[in-house]
């Protein structure tokens, strides 16, 4: 049962566009949704967070979206830059526990 | 202040022999997670331990098992390994008390031959 689904497994935009990385999930129980990005050969790194009583988390160039009603969450980056080029992974945090449930991850290519 | 430790990056191991990965996390930081990444699975979660205890724990046989100290050092073993263990093996490590972010280590890549 995949609680975290990254239904993309990849994506390529222009240096300068949008990129715009979706995530759906099952579990109601979750109530943070937290996005890494990951080079390879290196750990994860996170990049932001939402709390699920909100709708819109803004970070610089990163803005990440939740759509509770349709358990949709989507990770927005603007400008895209090259060294934006990495797997990106969502992960849920369910209430009252430290585990992560991690999607399949997303790679993105940012071409120039 | 330093990141995430573990140790080995890589390693090569034969099929029925064991292996134990370590991972050090940020000082301060009382929780440590392990995760398993491979290429059609992603990160899975393999267990949680905090102040010496495991709080959570995966879907993974009995073969994976882990440990923490007293100093939030943490462990984990693989016994009679399998083909199918090849993989990168992630430490997490959490400040506690529900810190939503989450540092990670480099990982240890390890490969049964």
């Known amino acids: 049962d995949q609680q975290v689904k990254q239904n993309s497994p990849s994506l390529s935009v222009q240096e300068g566009r949008i990129s715009i990385l979706n995530c759906d999930y099952t579990?109601?129980?979750?109530?943070?949704f937290l996005w890494y990005k990951k080079y390879p050969a290196e750990g994860p790194t996170f990049l932001i967070s939402?709390?699920?009583?909100?709708d819109k988390n803004e970070d610089g160039r990163f803005t990440v979206f939740l759509n509770k009603s349709a358990k949709h969450l989507s990770l927005h980056i603007v400008p895209s830059q090259p060294g934006d080029s990495a797997v990106y992974f969502c992960?849920?945090?369910?209430?009252?526990?430290?585990?992560?449930?991690f999607g399949k991850g997303t790679k993105l290519t940012v071409n120039p | 202040k330093a990141g995430v430790t573990q140790t080995p990056r890589y390693l090569i191991k034969t099929r029925g022999q064991q292996v134990t990965l370590s991972c050090s996390p940020i000082?301060?930081?009382?929780?440590v997670s392990w995760y398993q990444q491979t290429p059609g699975q992603g990160l899975q979660f393999l267990f949680e331990?905090?102040?010496?205890?495991?709080?959570n724990k995966g879907n993974f046989p009995g073969r994976f098992s882990g440990r923490q100290f007293s100093n939030s050092r943490s462990e984990m073993n693989v016994s009679t390994l399998e083909l199918g263990d090849s993989a990168l093996y992630l430490c997490?490590?959490?400040?506690?008390?529900?810190?939503?972010?989450?540092?990670f280590g480099q990982g240890t890549r390890l490969t049964v031959v």
């Open positions: 992960a849920g945090l369910q209430g009252g526990s430290e585990k992560l449930v």
């Open positions: 579990n109601s129980m979750f109530d943070y």
């Open positions: 939402i709390s699920s009583i909100k």
């Open positions: 000082s301060g930081h009382r929780s």
């Open positions: 331990y905090f102040s010496e205890t495991q709080r």
């Open positions: 997490a490590s959490i400040r506690g008390a529900r810190d939503t972010e989450a540092f």
